[in-house]
């Protein structure tokens, strides 16, 4: 009998010094936030997004890897909202609602991130494809139905209700997927194989993108057709200027400049006679010779005169 009850007692102290299972799904969640928390604080930065937007090789690489990090905290927030709203209703830890309210943070600074690593992507070549997206369309679809789940159940004790957390808006990864189709028309076919919701909302993005390109064609070619004619104008911007039309030859001048030549002639001595000669020129006759001067007065030839 004795031997009985001394069984049943190290039974009952093995079960109570063994851990809860509501212990081990708390430091469950520790991991899985700091996991989370991790994937957020090593997003690209915005000069490592540029360099995977110009195509640089080892940038697209990490934020590829980046990425799917990001998508796992996506889920690991979802996660704990989901075990930490069943473990609060009956474990009153007060670490439960802090997790549980971080967490829905966490994985919205998770969401945004993931987001504009994608868009980084898909200008990249070869950066992205419609695959590497359904990760994110489904972690989204989790994450909403999980807050949907949350927002219906019953008060807990004292009244009170989990508050569902928000999800960025508008819907992400939906740009990213637009562009990376309307770069590369191929894709298309590919929305077939996502749900039927996320398909009609790239197509739709897909067909403001197009507009834009379009209205962006439309306004450059405005733009160079305004620059043409001040281009073609200036010879300075290497354009070959378009030749000028040719002037009217002028008259000759019928008074004649006294200068040059002919005021050296005048002031050695006085001519017997100017004259304006038909080709206008104007002779300055002298005894020995005479001297053709044009309008301004220089010496174009001397004629001898004959004895």
Known sequence: MRRLGLAVLLAAGCIHGAPRQDDR?????????GWAQQAVSTRPSRAELDAVRSGDFNAVGRARTSFRRLLQAIDRGTWIRNTGSQLMVDDPDPLLPTSFDRAGRLRFEAIQAADEVSSALAEAKGGLSIADLQPGFEAIRKAQASEDRIARLPPRPGGLRLAPAPLPVPRPFIASAARLVSANPE???????????????IRARLADVDRGKEEQQRS???????????????PGIGEVPAPAEPKEAEAPSPTLTIANDAAALLAK??????????????????????????PRGKLVRKEAKER
């Open 187 to 201: 894709l298309t076919r590919e929305l077939d194989r996502l749900p039927p919701s996320d398909a009609a909302q």
């Open 269 to 294: 001595r006085m001519p017997r006679s100017i004259t304006l000669r038909e080709d206008g020129l104007f002779e300055l006759s002298y005894d020995d010779a005479e001297y053709l001067v044009d």
């Open 25 to 33: 799904a708390i430091r469950a969640i520790g991991q899985q936030e």
């Open 220 to 234: 450059a070619a405005a733009a160079a057709a305004a620059a043409a004619p001040a281009v073609a104008a200036d």
